[in-house]
């Protein structure tokens, strides 16, 4: 990902048992890998947990978030695993109405992991807070033998901040809403899956992996009616659509002709027998607005350099309720079935 | 831990590459093992995040904290990781000041970990939580394939509040204070040890894991000067000394004969060379306090449950600062070291 990584000065070119021992390699690790790059003044203070100003705003709400990354491989085109972590949690912050402001980061690492490797991801993770605003202000380290992990997991949990008066939920859809999604889908997972099966594109497909915070905040001023907001991860733009659809008692319906998804995408969802409804991104946005405020939020979008792809792809409708239908490019309607399997392991 | 534990109704007895797919299955697992035992309101809503109210007192400040837990075995005399998971954060939230309010739950799961076990350690951290007066609103799953983590890894983050006033930190120690361990030292480690080496003893030896919530809440009504707090976990006693040492830039002394031992730790200790002082704990807590409140808060320890045990084992000196020396038993003044290597990896 970058170049200049420094790589620090120590005996040990790779990660050890003593690195989670809570003693002096623990120290060592901390000081030569972690806090040089999480440099912010609550992690430094080194407490068992960090101390945070509340919302000063009346009426404000607190988001709380978690999830855990065991992204293979860990270095992919346009990412690696640190800069996921950040940005899965930020995005689930950001989806929910918030302005994300601290995160926590724990990692599992495998005896035996080289510590260029690690910083390297912590370099990157660094680099997407700031991209992303926030600030990553306690952590954890556990090392495990040699077989028992796969170099590294890394579980990240944020707090954002919820506005007064901002209200989303996936289950606040009416009919009529209209269905925008923030730019082409799958770009993610077939970018992970591009490595893994040694697919080679004419151009390089790289990972959608982006911290929504600046699209999320600059949507919300503009008073619009959002109903609700999802980024279409694990289970893809599919998974969003039937959870909005089951959760709000309404039908959707969505146009395949709308939906952007990007010619290499397709290709490789062709050859590998994928719907890239099912795949995973991890830097898109899928909005459901009321009616009258759709344009002005796609038009938004669009302006804003994550969101330049955007499509309105659809709207929930008062029929078939809890099921997603697709009108096909060629006319037909189909049901868009829940995903029953695992379609994509590990692709986040 | 349980013998009633319902496995739940599936026809997967074990965990499939689907289970983390985002699709049927996710909804299964989570509708099946972890909905019906993390039973509050805002876990059930299933957004990609919880909300929360924010602290109505003025002065108030959240404390947030996480970490990573891969004990092995997962089951142990005493507790298993899903109880650990919880104890862990719930006490670097108490040692910090803060009431325990909010926990993330984040699993990553080996392909073919059994159902059963899952629902085990699920319905023990339900009950550790019920204990402690906490409660789980958000968490995920992610699986990853046989041989590439250790049957489960459980990441928990926390939120409490601070209370407008209370401020405490291990950088606030002055010479003179007194410190006080609120029971015998050791038992953890040594219990989950006994289990990976075979050693049997006497009686049985059980983990110290517990909730130090209602213990810490109940010494913090009483007014006194405490300083600081710390529970001694990976590192041991010694690390949470040598900590404050550092960190208060004062010198420790502490006097051996009143370090709480039990016998069976001493002697599987002197069994398998290990030093009680670096042995980790899950449910003890260390305390620094001004010199005239030292036997109030002594008192105190001992009249709850969690701190029968509590003992005054030295104070914080002038001389030689940032190092920790201990008087033996037979007269002679020690320093003890800094942990050097991995005494016990997996621990938790």
Do not use: W
Not at 168 to 187: Q, R
């Amino acid at each position: 990902m970058n170049a200049t990584c420094p790589v620090p000065e120590s005996r040990y070119a790779q990660i050890v048992l003593g690195h989670g021992s809570g003693g002096r390699l623990s120290q060592n690790l901390l000081e030569q890998v972690f806090l040089p790059h999480f440099s912010g003044k609550t992690l430094a203070l080194l407490e068992d947990q960090a101390q945070l100003l509340p919302p000063s705003e009346p009426g404000a709400r607190l988001a709380f978030t978690t999830d855990s990354f065991v992204v293979s491989p860990l270095f992919f085109p346009g990412g690696d695993i640190g800069r996921l972590a950040v940005c899965g949690t930020v995005n689930d912050l950001c989806v929910g109405g918030a302005i994300p402001q601290s995160l926590s980061a724990a990692f599992v690492l495998e005896e035996g992991f080289p510590l260029a490797d690690l910083t390297r991801i912590v370099v990157s993770m660094a680099a997407t807070c700031r991209e992303a605003g926030v600030e990553i202000v306690t952590g954890d380290t556990k090392v495990v033998e040699r077989g028992k992990a796969d170099g590294v997991f890394i579980t990240t949990s944020g707090i954002g901040v919820i506005p007064s008066g901002r209200q989303l939920s996936i289950a606040a859809l009416h009919p009529g809403d209209a269905l925008i999604v923030s730019g082409p889908i799958g770009d993610h997972g077939i970018a992970i899956l591009s490595v893994r099966e040694g697919i080679d594109f004419e151009t390089e497909l790289v990972s959608d992996c982006a911290p929504l915070a600046s699209l999320t905040c600059a949507l919300f001023e503009l008073g619009l009616k959002i109903r609700a907001m999802r980024d279409p991860t694990r289970g893809g733009l599919s998974g969003v659509l039937q959870d909005m659809a089951v959760r709000s008692n309404v039908g959707i319906e969505i146009d395949e002709a709308r939906v952007p998804v990007r010619d290499e995408v397709r290709a490789a969802s062709d050859l590998l027998g994928l719907d890239p409804l099912y795949i995973a991104c991890e830097g898109r946005l899928v909005t459901a607005v009321a009616p009258d405020d759709a344009e002005r939020l796609l038009a938004a979008m669009r302006a804003h350099p994550l969101g330049q792809g955007a499509a309105i792809i659809g709207h929930a409708v008062t029929e078939h309720p809890r099921t997603v239908q697709m009108r096909s490019r060629i006319g037909g309607e189909r049901v868009v079935p829940v995903l029953s399997g695992e379609q994509l392991p590990r692709i986040c």
